[in-house]
């Protein structure tokens, strides 16, 4: 698969979408969140947004205008909720770009909290959380439920 054929390709189940994701992240550089979006028919939409410098604890409560006072996490699931609308996607794809190995350590492991975090928010908030996965220095791998749990 190449960078130029993947717009053209339904990623209908989660290996063809952890390659997809190999294929144009690569290897971690540095902390970040990456956000992808999967259009109606299963492709990988537009827009691809790298989020550098996301909050250490997603359960921090924040004071947002429009929202009032929310969970770091509460507010990023509906921020991306509105993108999703906004850009006529079907669902949504997380990507937790972290330089070290594909291990998910204990329960202070900032990959654990916000995956768990999102998980939560995305189902409480209605945005269809197609899959997250953990970018990390040897490639990528799919976070499951027990990864968070």
Same mark, same amino acid.
Do not use: C, K
């Given at each position: 698969?190449? !960078? /130029?054929? $993947?717009?053209?390709?339904? @990623?209908?189940?989660?290996?063809?979408? =952890?390659?997809?994701?190999?294929?144009? #992240?690569?290897?971690?550089?540095?902390?970040? #969140?990456?956000? $992808?979006?999967?259009?109606?028919? +299963?492709?990988?939409?537009?827009?691809?947004?790298?989020?550098? /410098?996301? !909050?250490? %604890?997603?359960?921090?409560?924040? !004071?947002? %205008? %429009?929202?009032?006072?929310?969970?770091?996490? *509460?507010?990023?699931?509906?921020?991306?909720?509105?993108?999703?609308?906004?850009? +006529?996607?079907?669902?949504?794809?997380?990507?937790?770009? =972290?330089?070290?190995?594909?291990?998910?350590? +204990?329960?202070?492991?900032?990959?654990?909290?916000?995956?768990?975090?999102?998980?939560?928010?995305?189902?409480?908030?209605?945005?269809?959380? =197609?899959?997250?996965?953990?970018?990390?220095?040897?490639?990528?791998? *799919? @976070?499951?439920? /027990?990864?968070?749990?």
């Amino acid at each position: 698969m190449n !960078p /130029d054929a $993947l717009r053209d390709l339904a @990623l209908d189940d989660d290996d063809d979408l =952890r390659d997809a994701v190999e294929l144009l #992240l690569h290897r971690a550089n540095q902390r970040q #969140l990456w956000l $992808l979006f999967i259009d109606g028919r +299963g492709r990988l939409g537009e827009p691809l947004m790298p989020m550098a /410098d996301y !909050p250490s %604890d997603p359960l921090e409560v924040v !004071p947002i %205008d %429009d929202l009032g006072d929310v969970a770091q996490a *509460q507010a990023l699931a509906h921020r991306i909720g509105m993108l999703r609308e906004i850009t +006529g996607n079907a669902a949504v794809v997380l990507v937790w770009e =972290r330089v070290g190995d594909a291990r998910v350590g +204990g329960e202070e492991d900032d990959v654990r909290l916000w995956a768990r975090a999102m998980r939560r928010q995305a189902s409480s908030l209605g945005v269809p959380l =197609r899959a997250q996965f953990l970018l990390h220095a040897h490639g990528v791998r *799919q @976070l499951h439920a /027990d990864d968070w749990a």
